[in-house]
């Protein structure tokens, strides 16, 4: 379904730490990414700690944090690639979508396109 870097791990991990929900609580919280109509270029990315939706797709990174994909957004976000980076002018989780035509200038919002394209970053897959 999608690729999660080691680096976007540790950094749902750390979040996670950080407000007290570690993975193994009974309440088990991750990265729940879903897909909304917005932005510039016509659909833009959601993304929130919270528990998995019962009919979200789920997938556990090696590590033992999880990343949720919403039921209505799987067909926008397969194949795509999340990914964190830290530097100072542009830090947070990145999504590489090969299902977008057309990405807007920050990132956060997508055109889709008719076919997906087959080549996929590497990472941790999520099944």
Do not use: W
């Amino acid at each position: 379904m999608i690729t999660i870097s080691d680096s976007a791990a540790e950094a749902l991990r750390q979040m996670l730490l950080k407000t007290d929900q570690v993975p193994g609580a009974t309440s088990v919280k991750g990265l729940r990414l879903s897909i909304e109509r917005g932005g510039c270029a016509g659909l833009q990315y959601a993304m929130r700690i919270s528990e998995a939706a019962s009919d979200d797709e789920i997938c556990i990174h090696p590590s033992g944090v999880q990343f949720f994909v919403s039921a209505d957004s799987v067909n926008f976000l397969r194949g795509s690639h999340v990914d964190y980076s830290d530097s100072l002018s542009d830090a947070g989780f990145k999504i590489t979508n090969p299902n977008a035509v057309r990405s807007c200038g920050c990132g956060t919002s997508f055109e889709p396109a008719e076919a997906p394209q087959q080549s996929l970053p590497e990472g941790q897959p999520c099944v």
